[in-house]
């Protein structure tokens, strides 16, 4: 069923293409909050993100099996775990959407907006479909991977104390620090995502595994490119990009 997934009208921005991409939010620029130079407004950063989450929970209604996997699946497991990875993503990417400072690095923030939450709904929906939800899941992930761990310490996920340094940045602090802890959480999800590949059964959920690896990959050696560009004292490794 791959076709019910990868060719579906997804958001129309390019993954892994903020860097060359216009500024997405030109024309919203009259609705800055005060106090967040080149930021989005929470209102319209919020409005695109449900409206993403949407459209992907829209998507996942149609991608369905007759014979769903068990709660103890790898199917299940990966959708589960991969969704809290995801939240956190959007959570900092809203803080880079509505306080960060240069333009290149607000758009890689936008498209994590749209695709990660796109793939939130589609990830919601299809456990949905099956009876499951992420609630279902224990206070260990990746159990499905045989290396299970309490799941605020899946690879990736930011610390509570990265996580308040995020929120209190501002400007190209944020820029930089956006570029910085996010290319880690991609590193984090790649390794998940490259795992599922080989431990799935559903078609679909194996489609969106590789994309995901694929795409944060890439996005990882923007991130790296941007970041020596603009002089951020970051160190940011490249990443090999799977084969499509």
């Known amino acids: 069923m791959d076709a019910d997934v990868e060719p579906v009208v997804e958001p129309d921005v390019e993954a892994g293409g903020g860097g060359d991409a216009e500024d997405p939010d030109a024309e919203v620029q009259t609705d800055l909050d005060e106090g967040a130079p080149g930021g989005l407004s929470w209102a319209k950063v919020a409005v ?10 829209a998507v996942g209604v149609y991608v369905n099996r007759d014979d769903p996997p068990a709660g103890d699946s790898a199917d299940v497991g990966f959708l589960q775990d991969m969704l809290t990875h995801h939240q956190q993503a959007v959570e900092i990417a809203l803080l880079e959407s509505a306080y960060g400072e240069d333009p290149t690095v607000r758009s890689f923030a936008s498209d994590v907006l ?3 939450n796109y793939e939130i709904g589609v990830m919601t929906q299809m456990l949905r ?3 499951f939800s992420q609630s279902d899941r224990s206070d260990t992930a990746m159990a499905w991977m045989d290396m299970p761990v309490p799941v605020d310490q899946m690879p990736g996920l930011l610390t509570k104390e990265q996580m308040d340094e995020i929120s209190e940045a501002r400007g190209a602090d944020l820029d930089a620090l956006f570029l910085d802890r996010m290319a880690e959480h991609h ?4 390794h998940m995502a490259e795992a599922a590949e080989g431990l799935v059964s559903d078609p679909d959920v194996r489609a969106m595994a590789k994309r995901i690896a694929r795409n944060q990959a890439a996005e990882i050696n923007e991130y790296r ?5 603009n002089g951020y004292d970051i160190d940011i490794p490249p990443q090999p990009v799977p084969s499509a």
């Not at 590193?187 to 790649?190: A, E, L, N, S, T």
Request: net charge positive; proline share 0%; charged share 5%.
């Open 48 to 57: 695109l993100a449900l409206a993403v989450a949407f459209l992907g929970f």
């Open 114 to 116: 749209v695709f990660q």
């Open 129 to 131: 479909n099956w009876g």
């Open 187 to 190: 590193r984090g999800g790649i």
């Open 225 to 229: 490119g941007t970041a020596q560009a």
